[in-house]
Structures are given as C-alpha cells and as structure tokens.
C-alpha cells in the first residue's frame, strides 16, 4: 500500500525554466513532509521540508507547496540548473513516528 | 560534519552466505535508521535506534535480520542465510531528533548470485 505517490516517473525541462514535481499521500497523519535529491551512486540528500502547520517554504531557488485538503505537495525549482537533474524523492512521516515514507521517485532532467 | 558513511559500498555473495555493514552515523546523532531500497522504489524503513536501543523494526525486517548498535555510535546489519530477494541498496540514515530531518548515507549494494 503506496501512502506516498510520485506519479510522474520522469521530468525533462528547459535550463532555465521552472521544474514542478509533484506528490500525493493518502495518509491524513502525515504532518511533515520532506523532499531529498538523489544522484547515481550517493545516498538521498536531504533538500528541503515543510511542516503541516504551513503551506508553503522557500529555500533559495527551491520552493515547496503544501495542500492539506487535497493531501498534495509539490516542489518548484526556479531557475532549473543542468546540475539539478537527479532523481528527486517526496518523503513523509507523522509527529513521533520513526520511518519516513517514500515515493517511488521522479527523474528531473534539466537540458542545457 | 563528516557526513554518514557506510561500509562496504558493494557486496556481491552467494546464495545462502552471511553478510554484515557497518554504518556510522553523524556524529551528534543518537537516532539510527536501516532502509532498503528496490530498483524502480523508494526507501523502505527497516528498523530504527534511539542511542543503542533498537526501539522498532519493520514486518518487511525477516528473522534473517538482526541489528545492532552496541555503544550508540556504530551500527551493523547482518543478514544470514541470504536469498535472491535480498539484492537491494541498503541505506542507513541517521538524525539529532525525531524533528529533524533524516540524513542518509551512500549505501550498500547487496548482489546476490
């Protein structure tokens, strides 16, 4: 049973432009939500996370939205750079819980 | 901040051999996590250390399982007996607080032939 969803397995987009990945979860205990960027080869890293009390949060040139009531995230990335193409993982878990559901992953590749 | 490092990278047996990795966690954090990842999925939480007590494991960590963090530092997995099914990246994560974000290490590649 997928309590996280990344629907989307691949995404190709423009350097320069914006990148929009997207994540549902059908768990309403969920109220933590992070985003980790993988390279071939290297473990997840983490990249920017969001608590249920907000509905969005910005890092630099990475932001993530929140929607509560349509249990959907995504993360922008504005300006898309080429090093940017890695495969990006949403991740979710409930206040004192330990594990982290993952999704399934989406290949963001940024064209020169 | 050196990072989470494990060890080895890559591990290729045979069918019914025993294998162990190490973890090392950041050194700060008294929390530790085992993962296991699948081609084509996300990481999958195997079991979890607050300092040296292993406080809950996943159903998917078999009787074939065991971990271990003696001191509250290192940590080891060992999974005997091994089975094609086996063939996975293992990941270790470890974090300062339950609220803060899970810092994950570059994995073991397990192959089984």
């Known amino acids: 049973d997928q309590q996280v969803k990344q629907n989307s397995p691949s995404l190709s987009v423009q350097e320069g432009r914006i990148s929009i990945l997207n994540c549902d979860y059908t768990n309403s205990m969920f109220d933590y939500f992070l985003w980790y960027k993988k390279y071939p080869a290297e473990g997840p890293t983490f990249l920017i996370s969001i608590s249920s009390i907000k509905d969005k949060n910005e890092d630099g040139r990475f932001t993530v939205f929140l929607n509560k009531s349509a249990k959907h995230l995504s993360l922008h990335i504005v300006p898309s750079q080429p090093g940017d193409s890695a495969v990006y993982f949403c991740a979710a878990i409930q206040t004192g819980a330990n594990n982290l559901f993952f999704g399934t992953g989406t290949r963001l590749t940024v064209i020169p | 901040d050196t990072g989470v490092s494990q060890d080895p990278r890559h591990k290729i047996t045979k069918r019914g051999q025993n294998v162990t990795f190490r973890c090392d966690p950041i050194s700060e954090h008294n929390r530790l996590y085992w993962y296991r990842q699948t081609l084509g999925q996300g990481p999958e939480f195997l079991t979890y250390?607050?300092?040296?007590?292993?406080?809950?494991k996943s159903r998917l960590l078999s009787d074939r399982f065991s971990a271990e963090r003696p001191k509250g530092s290192f940590s080891t997995l060992e999974i005997q007996r091994t089975e094609q099914g086996d063939s996975a990246m293992y990941l270790c994560a470890s974090s300062s607080t339950g609220s803060q974000p899970q810092h994950f290490g570059d994995g073991t590649r397990l192959s089984i032939l």
């Open positions: 250390f607050q300092n040296e007590a292993q406080l809950e």
